[in-house]
């Protein structure tokens, strides 16, 4: 076994050598173009990019705060400057059908260029249009027309009446139409004078009414109808050729323009035909009501109206969108609707975009956390990339909700590279559950949480304390201040061979030690600034490790940290609170007694205890089994507590605590409460690493100097720790006077025998420890379990009937004996 470690100042705590700075402070230094640290994250988001093929989107992992959307959006705006850049969409309208649609795309610039041209299309008309028929020329050939149409229905009249006089038989134009009355000596004949005529000259006239009364019809419900039609299609012929005349020339001059792009052709030709069919949308006849309703011409001639969906006019290559909300309606669009007269409304002009429009032919960068928590937008996004579209269409919609009408505009080509960025878990939770998920991300992009420390990683990460400090707009840091962040970033990331690559962290460092440096009138931030922003950091987050110490101070949490007890050790535990944990130290207990091998871990059998916790109490039961009782039946009942702990209890970085109190509570020799315990262990004693170590040896320290160091207190840890050690000046200071001792085992027999001060025992050939040893007496307690059960379960089978109670006590100290006589 090797010797116990009394660790020396140098190695609680590494340091950063100013010295080792060719520079004075970082207004010297260069920017740094890239993340440090972050070449395996780089080469895959450079590989993700790269790859044109479906499916090749990138998740990006990494904690919060680690510097991947800074980092990201970087390295994408970087390849999306070399890129072409994309088209514009807008959506027209379709004069075959107005609730869909449709998209035309354009070259980038050419969205706006042609809204402009549409809207300037539109004014023009406005004024040309009725000025056209305004004028002399057309009133002339429309009044032609109608004095042609009226000329045709006096002569027809005239003829009638003419019929009608032959006849001797008037035409009257009554409110009702028109009516005949026979004559007589040119008076009009009433029934009772009709009735008095000859026959032959009533048979006479009835034939003539008969007649007038046929051409009458002839007139009225044949020829001025056709005449009517003649005189609106001759009226429409020339309406459309003074409109062709006055829409023809600019309709051509833009055809002219977008002689290039055969969509836009196709819409001027569809808008000129329209115009055309829809010329009284121009001439400003509206009234009151029709401005109310909706139907105004104001209203009509929003169907000319270009909805400019996609504009990159000042897009330079390919656009990098971020959405910080990416809501269903935010990623896909949506369409908006007005509210007239308490009824709903809509048209193609308020179709509005979403992040897969603006970022189409680029790339799109979502939060994935933000996005999971957002309704049905992440069945949205995986319906878009399967698709390779996008289609707009409301919530309601989609999961027919509402059967009202809606539009349904055309969708739109998708060419877009999603970068999600996320925490590691949901990557992995998504890997096992969605099983879309990894057929559309196939390329994850894993930042690191550190770099490993060397001469060159200390001149890099002098260099991003520069680039910070600029883009924070901060004072300078000189070498020792730089020295100080350095060992502060060993101390973030708990190693002493590691430096953080958490940027939000450092970042806040660098800006809080300016903030000290400029409160205290300076130009440029030092060593103690750094400190003093460290310190303060924690000052601000610690009232509540203040008021437990206080606690213990007081007596309220009993913690002895002076004298001995058998089957009672400090135990020292990590309590997180936001960004900041502390350690606490805590009392375990243990009892034992003969029993059938149970251990009891109070914790667990009152749900208090985590799964990994239980499972380092069951190592320490099967190591007292092997280590202790091999050949014989392990016949102890053994209880372990964290007394005073209210609250769940989970990790195994107590078991080496845990057993070194059982062993104690069954050798009966007692454990010095001076020292605090951590580690786990194995089944083989080894004492395995843990998190927290820093914290749980100053959570210790600050209770032994509240109560005055005395130079005999101390921690235990494992000796696989000591490389995550960087601990406090005031800790190490301490150290370094000889007033507080940290110790690095290896096995649980070294921390016995530091917490005993008796040799833990080396067991022998015949497998038995030395009697005097913590293990000897351990091993001699364990085999007088052993008889003692023995006995009594002969006497619960009446083997020994009426035998005293003392003579088996006697018989099962003898056990161990007879034991190692036979084993001699």
């Not at 559309?440 to 894993?446: E, G, I, T």
Request: glycine content about 8%; aromatic content about 6%.
């Amino acid at each position: 076994m090797t010797d116990i470690q009394t660790l020396t100042p140098e190695q609680l705590h590494r340091t950063c050598d100013p010295d080792s700075f060719s520079f004075e402070t970082t207004e010297e230094l260069p920017e740094m173009a890239e993340l440090i640290g972050q070449e395996r994250a780089l080469k895959a988001l450079h590989f993700g990019v790269g790859m044109p093929n479906a499916g090749y989107n990138l998740f990006v992992l990494g904690p919060a705060g680690a510097g991947k959307f800074t980092s990201v959006r970087r390295f994408l705006q970087e390849q999306a400057a070399q890129q072409d850049t994309p088209s514009d969409w807008v959506y027209v309208n379709n004069f075959d059908d107005a609730g869909k649609p449709r998209t035309l795309q354009l070259p980038p610039g050419r969205g706006a260029e042609l809204r402009r041209d549409m809207q300037h299309l539109v004014d023009e008309l406005r004024t040309v249009l009725p000025a056209a028929f305004e004028s002399d020329d057309f009133k002339a050939r429309i009044q032609q027309i109608e004095s042609d149409f009226q000329t045709r229905q006096e002569e027809a009249f005239r003829s009638l009446n003419d019929e009608a006089r032959r006849h001797r038989i008037r035409v009257f134009k009554t409110p009702g139409g028109f009516t005949f009355a026979p004559l007589k000596d040119d008076k009009v004949l009433d029934a009772a004078d009709f009735q008095k005529l000859p026959k032959d000259e009533q048979q006479r006239i009835d034939a003539a009414l008969e007649k007038l009364e046929a051409m009458l019809q002839e007139i009225i419900q044949k020829r001025i109808p056709q005449w009517s039609r003649e005189r609106r299609d001759r009226i429409r012929a020339v309406t459309d050729e003074v409109t062709m005349n006055a829409v023809g020339h600019l309709i051509d001059s833009l055809r002219e323009k977008y002689e290039s792009l055969p969509e836009v052709i196709e819409y001027l030709d569809e808008v000129k035909a329209d115009v055309i069919e829809n010329t009284d949308a121009f001439l400003d006849k509206q009234d009151a009501l029709q401005n109310v309703l909706g139907t105004s011409p104001d209203a009509a001639l929003r169907r000319y109206k270009v909805n400019l969906l996609v504009d990159n006019a000042g897009t330079k290559g390919a656009p990098v969108i971020y959405a910080d909300n990416p809501t269903y309606a935010a990623l896909i669009g949506r369409i908006e609707h007005t509210a007239q007269l308490g009824a709903m409304s809509t048209d193609f002009t308020l179709i509005r975009p979403g992040a897969l429009h603006t970022g189409n032919g680029g790339y799109l960068i979502l939060d994935v956390r933000k996005l999971l928590t957002q309704p049905y937008a992440w069945d949205g996004l995986k319906r878009a990339l399967y698709a390779g579209e996008v289609r707009i269409e409301s919530l309601g919609q989609m999961l027919s909700l509402v059967s009202t009408v809606s539009l349904e505009p055309q969708s739109i080509p998708l060419h877009v590279k999603v970068v999600l960025l996320g925490e590691r878990l949901l990557y992995y939770l998504l890997c096992a559950y969605d099983p879309d998920f990894l057929e559309l991300f196939k390329v994850s992009a894993d930042f690191e949480d550190s770099v490993d420390r060397s001469a060159d990683s200390d001149q890099l990460y002098a260099r991003l304390v520069a680039t910070l400090a600029r883009k924070n707009n901060l004072l300078p840091f000189d070498r020792s201040a730089v020295a100080a962040v350095i060992e502060q970033s060993m101390r973030m990331v708990g190693d002493q061979d590691k430096l953080s690559t958490h940027m939000r962290s450092i970042a806040d460092l660098l800006r809080e030690s300016s903030y000290w440096a400029g409160e205290a009138g300076l130009r440029v931030v030092r060593q103690d600034d750094v400190r003093r922003a460290v310190d303060y950091k924690i000052e601000r987050v610690d009232r509540v490790r203040d008021r437990m110490h206080e606690a213990i101070l007081r007596g309220t949490l009993m913690i002895d940290t002076s004298g001995t007890a058998v089957g009672q050790i400090n135990g020292v535990s990590v309590i997180d609170l936001g960004e900041e944990g502390f350690g606490v130290p805590t009392r375990i207990t243990a009892t034992t007694r003969l029993g059938e091998g149970e251990l009891v871990d109070i914790e667990r059998e009152v749900d208090l205890a985590g799964p990994i916790h239980s499972k380092g109490v069951f190592i320490l039961s099967s190591y007292l089994g092997s280590r202790y009782a091999p050949d014989y039946p392990l016949s102890l009942s053994a209880s372990l507590t964290f007394e005073q702990s209210y609250g769940e209890v989970e990790g195994d970085s107590a078991s080496l605590a845990e057993l070194c109190a059982l062993l104690s509570s069954l050798s009966g020799m007692p454990i010095r409460q001076s020292l605090a315990v951590t580690g786990s262990v194995n089944q083989r004693g080894r004492v395995q690493p843990v998190g927290g170590v820093n914290e749980k040896i100053e959570g210790f320290f600050n209770i032994c100097k509240e109560r005055g160091l005395n130079g005999e207190q101390g921690v235990i840890i494992p000796d696989t720790n000591m490389q995550h050690l960087m601990l406090r000046m005031p800790v190490v200071e301490a150290v370094q006077a000889g007033k507080f001792k940290v110790y690095a085992v290896a096995h649980a027999d070294q921390a016995l025998e530091l917490l005993t001060g008796t040799s833990a025992g080396v067991i022998d050939e015949d497998g038995l420890f030395p009697d005097a040893s913590v293990n000897g007496r351990v091993q001699l307690q364990l085999r007088n379990f052993a008889g003692l059960r023995l006995h009594y379960a002969a006497v619960a089978r009446d083997a020994i009937p009426g035998t005293p109670l003392e003579e088996h006590e006697g018989r099962a100290i003898g056990f161990r004996d007879s034991a190692r006589d036979a084993d001699d």
